[in-house]
């Protein structure tokens, strides 16, 4: 079956980094696109960053923007988000996702993640 485990979550400080990273498994993972998006308490999840299945197109969110970087290994199945000078607006649970087209929308996405906590504290 289809997983999706992200890792690399936690407490930083504001101005501080984190990397997560996203092991997939069950499917064809150099076919997919894969993104991360996001959900802050009380609030709707949000579309983070996107990377095409090649690597070569990557979409970001305009708030995060020059802070944050999406990658993958097709060879070891897995995508990463480098995240950058972490500000507090950026805690979240972070989910990455995988689908057959690269989109700013969750319903282009077929597997999720369950999820990892980033809190940068003020």
């Known amino acids: 079956q289809v997983q999706l485990v992200e890792s690399g979550g936690g407490l930083v400080q504001a101005g501080g980094s984190l990397r997560l990273s996203c092991a997939a498994s069950?499917?064809?993972?150099?076919?997919?696109?894969m993104a991360w998006f996001r959900q802050a308490p009380g609030k709707v999840r949000e579309f983070v960053a996107a990377?095409?299945?090649?690597?070569?197109?990557?979409w970001y969110e305009d708030s995060v923007t020059g802070r944050f970087i999406i990658s993958r290994d097709n060879a070891k199945k897995s995508a990463y988000l480098q995240m950058n000078s972490l500000k507090p607006e950026d805690t979240a649970v972070y989910y990455c996702?995988?689908?057959?087209?690269?989109?700013?929308?969750?319903?282009?996405?077929?597997?999720w993640g369950q999820g990892t906590q980033v809190t940068a504290s003020s």
């Open positions: 996702a995988a689908g057959r087209i690269i989109s700013k929308y969750e319903r282009a996405y077929d597997y």
């Open positions: 069950g499917y064809t993972f150099s076919t997919y696109a």
């Open positions: 990377i095409g299945a090649s690597g070569i197109n990557r």
